[in-house]
């Protein structure tokens, strides 16, 4: 075989990936179960590179040089497995699979392993950046052993998108899952992004009763700020852009009900099972389950609410000005809280993942590109132990000026009835973290009250249980 690399399963995703391969001068073999969408690929596209169209699984392989290198790009689940079975038999020791899908990092760990046995790497890879990304550089997060990314690394380096450092969104997340893992995190992470920008929305126009325009507007200039973003960028877009049919704000005539796919429901069922706080994450993926239930909120239309203060132009810019304070602060508690589920995981399974440099590949060619990005990897690199983004001076400094506002956000929100489970969640997180005592004493002292389950005492060694249902006293338990 002459191809350096094979992309099977043509949709969107992996049609963009390998002609991204071709273009950057890699011969690409070329396969889908549909053979259609392979001969249409190489009559649209085949004068951007060299592409070998296979129609058989034994042709595509035997179209490979070795070690052989196949990316999947079909469907995540079932069609992944199905596929791998497809292909496995035919590849010999030393050949690696790329899994590009968004595969549960669990179920790479079980195809690593399986493959692993059977002398066969298996590189589970997120890729971010949509077809887009895809097609003019991605950010990859691939997994897998460390063996298979030194041939590997190179070719991805090319296709990756490149940081404004010039520095390509590429780096080995760690063996087996852990590039499925960060991926997923990403993904939750994106969710706390989107939703607290739609908090900011919902609270300039709500509260500052701003129009959809002048919300573009204000995000326009926050997004020449700290707060510059791929998804400030884009809201600012959707927010300015009006509906042919009817002329009204674009915004307004989509059904407020989010969807998901599912990458940010896992990030949250795999922290509570790693017991990581992460309830900006949590909170939006809540937010967009509360909007789905069309029947439960039309029931409660009717319920009591405050009635709202109108603000005065002066007070209304002044006000904007503070959202931009609390969407920056929650966006820095939402961080932290993604950053420290890679922590657990990388913990967990033994990944030894550099968070630094998650955080630089992820300054490019992913849907939360930010100038931020850059920010939390300087914080990581001068710091690999920081115990959390919030021990950094800088972002503990200006969370420290952002914090008057940020209350006084959170509270007018309470006050004016438009909910915030992000901001607030961020802000209950941030104070929960900087208290001295916690109630938990308290929780802890009524589990002992029902279940003596005993506990620990701040002046003393060793577990402890009172005699609730008798002379309370207090006996040792170790
Ligand atoms: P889809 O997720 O829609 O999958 C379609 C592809 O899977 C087609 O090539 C289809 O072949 C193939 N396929 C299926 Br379905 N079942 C198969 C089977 N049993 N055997 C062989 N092939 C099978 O494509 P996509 O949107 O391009 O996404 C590809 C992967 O990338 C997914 O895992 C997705 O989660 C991930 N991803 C997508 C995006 C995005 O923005 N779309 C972003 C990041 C990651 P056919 O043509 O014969 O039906």
């Given at each position: 075989?002459?191809?350096?690399?094979?992309?099977?399963?043509?949709?969107?995703?992996?049609?963009?990936?390998?002609?991204?391969?071709?273009?950057?001068?890699?011969?690409?073999?070329?396969h889908?179960?549909?053979?259609?969408?392979?001969?249409?690929?190489?009559?649209?596209?085949?004068?951007?590179?060299?592409?070998?169209?296979?129609?058989?699984?034994?042709?595509?392989?035997?179209?490979?040089?070795?070690?052989?290198?196949?990316?999947?790009?079909?469907?995540?689940?079932?069609?992944?497995?199905?596929?791998?079975?497809?292909?496995?038999?035919?590849?010999?020791?030393?050949?690696v699979?790329?899994?590009?899908?968004?595969?549960?990092?669990?179920?790479?760990?079980?195809?690593?392993?399986?493959?692993?046995e059977?002398?066969?790497?298996?590189?589970?890879?997120?890729?971010?950046?949509?077809?887009?990304?895809?097609?003019?550089?991605?950010?990859?997060?691939?997994?897998?052993?460390?063996?298979?990314?030194?041939?590997?690394?190179?070719?991805?380096?090319?296709?990756?998108?490149?940081?404004p450092?010039?520095?390509p969104?590429?780096?080995?997340?760690?063996?087996?899952?852990?590039?499925?893992?960060?991926?997923?995190?990403?993904?939750?992470?994106?969710?706390?992004?989107?939703?607290?920008?739609?908090?900011?929305?919902?609270?300039?126009?709500s509260v500052?009763?701003?129009s959809?325009?002048?919300?573009?507007?204000?995000?326009?200039?926050?997004?020449?700020?700290?707060?510059?973003?791929?998804?400030i960028?884009?809201?600012a877009?959707?927010?300015?852009?009006?509906?042919?049919?009817?002329?009204?704000?674009?915004?307004?005539?989509?059904?407020?009900?989010?969807?998901?796919?599912?990458?940010?429901?896992?990030?949250v069922?795999?922290?509570?099972?790693?017991?990581?706080?992460?309830?900006?994450?949590?909170?939006?993926?809540?937010?967009?389950?509360?909007?789905?239930?069309?029947?439960?909120?039309?029931?409660?239309?009717?319920?009591?609410?405050?009635?709202?203060?109108?603000?005065?132009?002066?007070?209304?810019?002044?006000?904007?000005?503070?959202?931009?304070?609390?969407?920056?602060?929650?966006?820095?508690?939402?961080?932290t809280?993604?950053?420290?589920?890679?922590?657990?995981?990388?913990?967990?399974?033994?990944?030894?993942?550099?968070?630094?440099?998650?955080?630089?590949?992820?300054?490019?060619?992913?849907?939360?590109?930010?100038?931020?990005?850059?920010?939390?990897?300087?914080a990581y690199?001068?710091?690999?132990?920081?115990?959390?983004?919030?021990?950094?001076?800088?972002?503990?400094s200006?969370?420290?000026?952002?914090?008057?506002?940020?209350?006084?956000?959170?509270?007018?929100?309470?006050?004016?009835?438009?909910?915030?489970?992000?901001?607030?969640?961020?802000?209950?997180?941030?104070?929960?973290?900087?208290?001295?005592?916690?109630?938990?004493?308290?929780?802890?002292?009524?589990?002992?009250?029902?279940?003596?389950?005993?506990?620990?005492?701040?002046?003393?060694?060793?577990?402890?249980?009172?005699?609730?249902?008798?002379?309370?006293?207090?006996?040792?338990?170790?």
């Open positions: 075989g002459t191809a350096q690399i094979g992309v099977t399963g043509l949709a969107v995703m992996g049609r963009n990936l390998a002609r991204n391969f071709a273009r950057n001068g890699f011969t690409v073999a070329v889908n179960r549909t053979a259609a969408k392979t001969r249409a690929l190489v009559e649209e596209f085949g004068d951007e590179g060299t592409f070998v169209p296979a129609e058989s699984a034994e042709e595509f392989v035997a179209a490979l040089e070795r070690p052989r290198r196949l990316v999947i790009m079909v469907k995540a689940g079932d069609p992944t497995d199905a596929v791998i079975e497809e292909f496995a038999p035919l590849l010999e020791e030393g050949d699979i790329i899994d590009g899908g968004n595969a549960h990092f669990a179920d790479t760990r079980r195809r690593e392993k399986d493959l692993r059977r002398g066969i790497h298996f590189v589970g890879t997120g890729i971010s950046g949509g077809e887009e990304g895809a097609l003019h550089g991605p950010s990859i997060m691939p997994g897998g052993s460390a063996e298979s990314y030194a041939t590997l690394g190179p070719m991805l380096e090319k296709i990756a998108a490149k940081a450092d010039g520095t969104t590429v780096a080995h997340m760690g063996p087996d899952g852990a590039g499925h893992f960060v991926k997923m995190v990403h993904n939750g992470i994106e969710y706390a992004d989107m939703q607290l920008i739609a908090e900011a929305y919902h609270l300039l126009r500052a009763g701003y959809p325009a002048q919300i573009a507007e204000t995000f326009r200039t926050w997004n020449t700020g700290r707060l510059d973003s791929y998804l960028e884009i809201t877009e959707v927010l300015a852009h009006t509906d042919a049919d009817t002329g009204k704000p674009f915004v307004d005539v989509v059904t407020d009900q989010a969807e998901q796919k599912g990458t940010g429901r896992w990030t069922q795999i922290a509570l099972d790693l017991g990581v706080p992460v309830s900006g994450i949590a909170e939006a993926v809540f937010a967009r389950s509360l909007s789905g239930h069309a029947d439960l909120r039309a029931a409660s239309r009717g319920l009591p609410g405050p009635t709202p203060r109108p603000l005065s132009d002066e007070e209304a810019s002044r006000f904007a000005d503070q959202v931009e304070q609390a969407l920056y602060a929650s966006k820095i508690v939402s961080y809280q993604g950053f420290h589920q890679i922590q657990a995981g990388s913990d967990a399974y033994d990944w030894n993942i550099d968070l630094g440099s998650v955080a630089a590949i992820w300054r490019a060619g992913c849907i939360i590109r930010a100038a931020f990005l850059d920010r939390i990897r300087a690199d001068t710091q690999r132990d920081l115990p959390s983004l919030l021990s950094d001076k800088e972002f503990a200006e969370i420290g000026s952002a914090q008057d506002d940020w209350r006084d956000v959170v509270a007018t929100a309470a006050h004016q009835g438009v909910p915030t489970p992000g901001f607030s969640a961020a802000l209950a997180y941030y104070d929960a973290l900087r208290a001295d005592r916690l109630p938990a004493a308290l929780t802890q002292a009524q589990r002992d009250f029902f279940g003596a389950h005993t506990y620990r005492r701040v002046d003393r060694e060793g577990s402890f249980h009172t005699l609730w249902g008798g002379d309370r006293s207090e006996v040792g338990t170790d």
